[in-house]
């Protein structure tokens, strides 16, 4: 488990490190979210959201990615998000949007959470309860 959320935190590391932030970050959003998936192949995709009128999320940007790329399936899911005042980095959970996306085509996707200060690999089911 550490060594595949080592590589997929490296990657949105890697992005949030960079001038990205600052240049999709709107004088209106405190946050920059990048998201890692890991493919059923084991390569990593990258996607980061993008706060505009029609701002979405950096998971379906990352999934998209990965579909783009000939995945099928999406095993993992880490999201790290870069305050812009603060430059914190924490990670944080998809949002019930983002969770609702993967019930519909990745149900069997885990997910990379902090809970009690620990990071810990969550199921969908255990971060959506009741699906429809």
Do not use: Q
Not at 46 to 66: D, K, L, Q
């Amino acid at each position: 488990m550490n060594k595949i959320f080592n590589e997929m935190k490296e990657e949105c590391l890697k992005i949030l490190n960079s001038d990205v932030p600052d240049n999709l970050i709107s004088k209106f959003e405190r946050s920059c979210v990048v998201c890692a998936v890991r493919g059923k192949s084991g390569k990593i995709y990258t996607g980061v959201n993008i706060a505009w009128w029609h701002s979405f999320c950096a998971e379906p940007a990352a999934v998209s990615s990965a579909l783009a790329h000939g995945e099928t399936e999406i095993t993992h899911c880490v999201a790290l998000k870069k305050h812009k005042r603060t430059k914190e980095i924490s990670l944080i959970s998809p949002c019930g949007i983002c969770r609702e996306m993967f019930n519909e085509s990745f149900k069997s996707a885990k997910f990379f959470v902090m809970e009690d200060g620990k990071v810990k690999l969550k199921s969908l089911s255990s971060l959506l309860p009741n699906p429809i």
